[in-house]
């Protein structure tokens, strides 16, 4: 808008423009991610791997559990074969794209449950404030006091192995610091003017939370979640590589890479390949993470 | 000051205690009976009732944790189920071990990261700047214990220049600073050292391109001062942050080392959770847990009580 339009009298006969549609925030955000090549690559890349994961019992060429103790340990590029055969004559790329499942899953759920419970929490202890809000915080700083992977370890170690309790585990990790993101974000608003205005035209506290707090501490806590799924998708495949997590005979890329360690020094590609699987479907995680951030970010 | 120091040492007691509830507490979390690992499925009611009695099963929780705190405090944190020793000792012998690993490897990595990041910070936008940023990417999105494994195919297998597995020839446990010792500590302290690479490259990256931009450094640049000159107070502006994100590292690497060290059979901390874990061994799984973690909380306390000393700025706030 010019200087002069604001100035003109409401009665004067507004000047034939069409104005430009406003761009809502997301619509902003969009437009911004469209532009990022980086964006695009990574997307494109988790986008493949999760179809290959998710189409794999219709499109994956062999049975992930049928071994031949023919063809054990198979090197890559092998006719039929082409990523090779696993310690137990298993087609690799079959398992591999199976594995997949169970790793992405892995890695998505504990960060969505922390993305829940951490912001519920986040939300309710900062809306809330004083004692209680101490209280809350207090005791997640004792969480703070354990290095992730340990606390990790730790409490599957202590349920005992087994994938319901790896993602307990992680869960458990990463809710403390969804929390800390949550309730900041959620102090930051509650001080505002416009808060304080809601309260006193008689908003029920249920209501300002859901229409002027949640709006606010919602993209913050997504973009914090965002960076967690690369930690999550790694830690999860480590319980599971340290056979604290998925049990064998299912495919899972943290298992596969600690059943075929024997294997380094007979066939090392193979023995190589379902690590390198968590590596690029973590780094896409994270440069997706990036550019969700940048995108999100006004102030760029 | 020295109002700040004690404050924080104070905040530091219930933290400590509030760790040692959640590491008594884990153990019980787990299902079943914690004598299931020593007792035979068949032994009869009066055995198991004397075993429960001789580690203190049969008491109230609280006054379980209560003694366990106790004994903690004098050094004393039971005994190991599955060998019948001192946990102490185990948990002692392996903590030497992580800590020269971590060590090594924070080190290592703290010094290739300010490198790439300072030149990144330096050049930024540049082509050296992507270069630096994407090793620094690749630094924290690599499973590192997937790491472990290539570098043990590259330079172990097809080039053996190290030792894969194992802290010293024939495998002896006590560590001499020689090289044929060191042999073993470098395929381990590398690949751990990739976790700090990355963030201080990021961190580092971070603090000098804001500080290049501030005014004082055109300040001084007009005043004729050689860019040498410039550098030294670039480089005094950052290090107190980038102290205390290194300082944090090692503590993250204490316990951040059991995969590592799963791969490299190194026979330390992780290498001990391990065997407790799957042993079922609690006392050794507790003691362990509640070692490392105060490491890591003691370590939190340093850090923060040293970056006010080297940074003045933080003194006054």
Known sequence: ?300 | MLAYMLKRVLYTIPIALGVTVVSFALVHLAPGDALNAIAPADAPEEVINALREAYGLDRPLIVQYALWLLHAVQGDLGTSIATGRPVVGEVLKAVGNTLLLAGVAALIGVVIGCILGAVAGYYHGSLLDRMATGSSVIGVSIPHYWLGLVLTICLSIWLPLFPAMGAGPGGSSAWQWDWAHMRYLVLPALTLAVIPMGIITRTVRALVSDTLQQEFVTALQARGLSSRRIFLHVVKNTAPTVLAVAGLQVGYLMGGSILVETVFAWPGTGFLLNAAIFQRDMPLLQGTILVLCMFFVVLNLLVDILQPLIDPRMGRA
Request: proline residues 7%; charged residues 10%; glycine residues 8%.
């Open chain 1, 1 to 300: 808008m010019s200087a002069t339009s604001e100035l003109a009298s409401p009665i004067a006969i507004a000047p034939p423009v069409v104005a430009a549609p406003s761009r809502s925030y997301w619509a902003m955000v969009w437009q911004r991610l469209k532009h990022d090549r980086m964006a695009w690559l990574s997307g494109g890349v988790l986008l493949l791997i999760i179809a290959a994961a998710v189409l794999a019992p219709w499109i994956a060429p062999a049975d992930p559990y049928k071994g031949s103790m023919i063809r054990r340990l198979l090197p890559v590029g092998s006719p039929g074969y082409p990523l090779g055969t696993d310690e137990l004559g298993r087609d690799m790329l079959t398992r591999l794209m199976h594995g997949g499942r169970m790793s992405l899953l892995m890695g998505v759920i504990p960060v969505l449950a922390a993305f829940v419970f951490g912001s519920l929490i986040g939300v309710f202890a900062g809306y809330v404030g004083g004692r209680v809000n101490m209280l809350i915080m207090r005791a997640l700083d004792i969480f703070y006091a354990f290095p992730s992977v340990l606390l990790a370890v730790a409490i599957s170690g202590a349920l005992g192995p087994g994938m319901s309790n790896c993602l307990i585990a992680l869960t458990l990790v990463f809710v403390p610091q969804v929390v800390r993101v949550a309730e900041s974000a959620t102090m930051q608003v509650r001080k505002l003017d416009y808060i304080e205005a809601a309260r006193m035209s008689g908003a029920n506290p249920f209501t300002i939370i859901r229409v002027h707090v949640l709006g606010n501490v919602l993209g913050p806590v997504f973009v914090y979640s965002t960076g967690l799924l690369s930690v999550s998708m790694i830690l999860a495949s480590g319980l599971s590589f340290l056979g604290l997590g998925v049990k064998p005979p299912e495919p899972e890329w943290g298992l596969m890479l600690n059943t075929l360690r024997s294997a380094i020094y007979s066939n090392p590609w193979v023995a190589a390949l379902p690590g390198a699987f968590i590596f690029v479907t973590s780094i896409a995680f994270n440069l997706l993470a990036d550019s969700v951030r940048s995108a999100m970010d006004n102030r760029s």
